[in-house]
């Protein structure tokens, strides 16, 4: 799937919901959703439930709810994702609340990799994300691979006492399953203000947490606070004391041409999605990327 767009969406489903795509197998690139996408059991995204193949360039501004105890692998952009043979997801973000029961994240429910393969990059969340156990402000439970070059900005609460949620990920490893993947989170960043002082809920063994760093909502909005994003300039933008960082794409991806890059710096704003120039009003600032307006006139 390419260059696919759904707005104001209201999706409702028991498993395998997602605003795009209930369970994805394949490929989807530059695609994007808005609205609501309610579940009621495993497996709920904001653009797609379940995921099993490649996610690049694409997001959602969804909110997204699991209702019920069975409300489980509930994320922002996808509920659950396992992603190996060399496939990969990076450039994604997703900003719209979450809520559920059970391994909630603002970005993924859960993940599931190999890192020997190619590592899950380049990401962020921002929304707000509540739950009982396992909650994390980017990841539920990143149960193995390798996440790197990623931040959570939103506020981060889970009800369940004794497992506190994690700025970054509400659980970490998976050290008492047979077939055991290591499970490395690396140079990333969470808003301390108003999210976890803990970037991990609970660590279950076999893991590695390397260059992790919790900052404040006002330095969030400052390039110097982000110490571990190597290459920043390639890869991410930010209008210093106006909002959190957001994506720079590589000269290397391929664009519509048809869509001026005066459009992409244009000064208007919509649905919380603004251009380069300016922000919308106190919300943090994304990008509105040339491969986002040639969804729009693609459709």
């Not at 509920?79 to 029961?101: D, F, P, R, T, W």
Request: hydrophobic share 35%; charged share 15%.
């Amino acid at each position: 799937m390419k260059n696919v767009g759904l707005e104001q969406a209201d999706i409702l489903g028991k498993a395998a919901v997602g605003a795009l795509i209930g369970d994805n197998l394949g490929s989807v690139y530059s695609s994007y959703a808005t609205g609501t996408v309610t579940g009621s059991d495993y497996y709920i995204g904001g653009l797609i439930g379940s995921m099993r193949g490649t996610l690049q360039h694409s997001y959602a501004a969804v909110t997204v709810k699991g209702e019920g105890t069975l409300a489980k692998h509930v994320g922002g952009l996808i509920g659950a994702g396992e992603i190996a043979h060399s496939l990969s997801m990076k450039y994604v973000y997703a900003n719209g609340a979450v809520s559920g029961q059970d391994f909630v994240g603002g970005l993924a429910g859960s993940i599931y990799t190999d890192p020997a393969e190619i590592p899950i990059e380049y990401l962020y969340a921002g929304g707000e994300v509540s739950g009982y156990e396992y909650v994390g402000g980017l990841i539920g439970w990143h149960r193995g691979g390798r996440v790197q070059y990623a931040y959570a900005s939103g506020k981060v609460t889970s009800t369940l006492q004794g497992i506190p949620p994690g700025g970054l990920a509400g659980a970490l490893g998976d050290g008492a399953t047979a077939f055991i993947t290591l499970s490395i989170l690396e140079k990333m960043h969470w808003n301390t203000t108003v999210g976890p002082d803990s970037s991990i809920g609970i660590d279950n063994g076999y893991s590695q947490q390397n260059f992790l760093k919790g900052i404040t909502e006002n330095q969030m909005t400052q390039k110097s606070s982000y110490t571990h994003f190597d290459d920043f300039e390639n890869h991410w933008n930010l209008i210093e004391g106006v909002g959190t960082p957001y994506f720079e794409y590589p000269a290397t991806l391929a664009l519509d041409e048809s869509v001026s890059s005066d459009v992409y710096l244009s000064d208007s704003c919509a649905a919380g999605r603004c251009r380069r120039k300016s922000g919308c009003g106190s919300s943090p600032v994304r990008s509105d990327p040339i491969w986002k307006l040639a969804v729009r006139t693609n459709l």
